[in-house]
């Protein structure tokens, strides 16, 4: 069974930084793209940022140029960097994958979510 499980959230003040970490486990053969989305009280899931396993990135317009993605393949991770917080990133951070498994097709795994709160 394929599991992400990330951390790293917390409360943070205005302009500062957090880094968040999400390890998938499991059967794994091999992983795609990886990638965060967030969701904020009263507004819908929208990608922050994805990364494929050839490197390649893209980001929201709002987080560019303070957020960065990278990834650990020998680790099966994916982090997010996040500087210069605004009380606007504040939201639930949830990590996504599209995993191929042993002997299985490839599906699309969701973590269980980590909050990110701004302070201003």
């Known amino acids: 069974q394929v599991q992400l499980v990330e951390s790293g959230g917390g409360l943070v003040q205005a302009g500062g930084s957090l880094r968040l970490s999400c390890a998938a486990s499991?059967?794994?053969?091999?992983?795609?793209?990886m990638g965060w989305y967030r969701q904020a009280p009263g507004k819908q899931r929208e990608l922050v940022a994805a990364?494929?396993?050839?490197?390649?990135?893209n980001y929201a317009d709002s987080v560019k140029g303070r957020f960065t993605i990278s990834r650990d393949n020998a680790k099966n991770t994916v982090y997010l960097q996040m500087n210069s917080l605004k009380p606007e990133d504040t939201a639930v951070y949830v990590c996504?994958?599209?995993?191929?498994?042993?002997?299985?097709?490839?599906?699309?795994?969701w973590g269980q979510g980590t909050q990110v709160t701004v302070s201003s």
């Open positions: 499991g059967s794994i053969l091999r992983i795609n793209t």
């Open positions: 990364v494929t396993n050839t490197g390649n990135t």
């Open positions: 996504n994958a599209n995993i191929l498994p042993i002997l299985r097709s490839s599906n699309n795994y």
